[in-house]
Nanobody, 125 residues
């Protein structure tokens, strides 16, 4: 499985971006999928995920109110819509997928089998 993340770029604070993660090689429609991010000088951290049953979780209440994770099974693609972006959202965003990730492990990056290369999001103040 290959995951190709795209959609990053430079945006002003308050703006929006939609990240895409297109999978090839096999369908990920039944996998758990997630977005993680790594800010400069920081460790990679969980942003949002969809478990195998379709339930969505977000890392923080703030992200829950500003970000929306979704998937299009027909396109074998996962999205992260990000609104009201802030400078501290600046990071490289990675998508991940895993056929064996259980719900309680959705935030654990070590649980995922497949990773995209990342797309850079820069939010200017």
């Amino acid at each position: 499985v290959q995951l190709q993340a795209s959609g990053g770029g430079l945006v002003q604070a308050g703006g929006s971006l939609r990240l895409s993660c297109a999978a090839s090689g096999r369908t990920i429609s039944r996998d758990a999928v997630a977005w993680f991010r790594q800010a400069p000088g920081m460790e990679r951290s969980f942003v949002a995920g969809i478990n195998r049953s379709g339930g969505r979780i977000y890392a923080t209440d703030s992200m829950k109110g500003r970000f929306t994770i979704s998937r299009d099974s027909a396109r074998n693609t996962v999205y992260l819509q990000m609104d009201s972006l802030r400078p501290d959202d600046t990071a490289v965003y990675y998508c991940a997928a895993g056929p064996s990730v259980i719900s309680s492990n959705l935030r654990n990056q070590n649980a995922y089998a497949y990773w995209g290369l990342g797309t850079l999001v820069t939010v200017s103040s």
